[in-house]
């Protein structure tokens, strides 16, 4: 399995999954992140991994991560598109030119590279499974996170496209749509929208959700990791939330 922004909650969370599944992990994230630490997490549950400094946004990172993966363990089976950015919180208008195109190039460039690079590595082995990260945020209006919404909803486009296209050779595509998860980008997000008491914004966005709490890391992996697995071989093109029933209402 490779998993992109795996040095993150919820790749972290993912690498560790899958590793107690059995699985040799391809962890791929920034130079300068964690990678040794989730490499190690890997070893210690007893599975293969390799870590992969790799910008998502450019195609020669992109096919490096293949390649390694290729070379290592013999190919790629199931693919977690998971890397993502929230860019700037605030008023669209003042949103910045530079970091809206980060935010584009990241979190829907980056999965379209993943999927174009992929695929052909999968289609070698037989198929497999792609989970693209998304969010809540592809599924409805997001005014204070701009880019971002904007680059989910692309997401949860090229994953229906993707599972039209592949499904018939083999390849399954969903995507996860979390919110909200203990993560670093939570906790950028509740300063963002509460400067000076962040905690009381966890405490409002925790209050608005059905369960009443946050989602943990481990909860997505444990998802991403069935959408990977045998036991999921009809599901393909879903759009699946993960948020304590938020989407319901």
Same mark, same amino acid.
């Given at each position: 399995v490779v ?5 993150g909650?919820i790749g972290?969370?993912?690498a560790?999954r899958?590793?107690?599944e059995? =699985?040799s ?8 992140s964690?990678l ?7 070893d ?5 991994a390799v870590g992969?400094?790799a ?5 020669s ?12 363990f013999g +190919?790629?089976?199931?693919?977690f ?12 208008t %003042?949103?910045p ?9 990241v979190?829907?460039k980056g999965v379209?590279l +993943? ?10 082995r037989?198929?497999?499974?792609i ?6 945020a592809?599924?409805?209006?997001t /005014?204070? !996170?701009?880019?971002?919404? =904007?680059?989910k909803h692309?997401v949860v486009g090229m994953t ?9 050779r083999? !390849?399954?595509?969903?995507a ?9 980008m ?8 509460? /400067?000076d008491?962040?905690? %009381?914004?966890? %405490? %409002?966005?925790?209050?608005?959700n059905?369960m009443g709490r946050?989602g943990? /890391? =481990?909860e997505?992996?444990?998802?991403v990791?069935?959408?990977?697995s045998?036991?999921?071989s009809y599901?393909?093109?879903g759009?699946? /939330? ?7 209402r």
């Amino acid at each position: 399995v490779v998993i992109t922004g795996a040095a993150g909650g919820i790749g972290r969370a993912a690498a560790e999954r899958f590793a107690r599944e059995g =699985a040799s992990v391809v962890a791929v994230d920034l130079a300068g992140s964690a990678l040794d630490e989730v490499v190690a997490l890997v070893d210690g549950a007893g599975a293969r991994a390799v870590g992969v400094p790799a910008d998502v946004s450019k195609s020669s990172d992109v096919e490096r991560y293949v390649r390694i993966a290729k070379e290592r363990f013999g +190919g790629i089976d199931a693919f977690f598109n998971n890397a993502g950015i929230e860019g700037w919180i605030g008023p669209t208008t %003042q949103y910045p030119e530079e970091i809206f195109d980060k935010v584009i190039a990241v979190n829907l460039k980056g999965v379209f590279l +993943g999927i174009k690079y992929v695929v052909p590595a999968m289609l070698e082995r037989g198929g497999g499974a792609i989970v693209n990260t998304a969010s809540v945020a592809g599924l409805s209006g997001t /005014p204070s !996170i701009f880019a971002y919404g =904007a680059s989910k909803h692309a997401v949860v486009g090229m994953t229906k496209s993707a599972a039209l296209e592949f499904g018939p050779r083999g !390849i399954r595509t969903n995507a996860v749509c979390p919110s909200p998860i203990e993560t670093r980008m939570m906790r950028a997000l509740e300063r963002g929208m509460n /400067p000076d008491e962040p905690e %009381q914004a966890h %405490q %409002q966005m925790a209050a608005g959700n059905p369960m009443g709490r946050y989602g943990e /890391p =481990a909860e997505v992996a444990a998802f991403v990791a069935f959408l990977c697995s045998s036991e999921a071989s009809y599901l393909n093109g879903g759009i699946f /939330p993960i948020d304590g029933g938020r989407m319901a209402r």
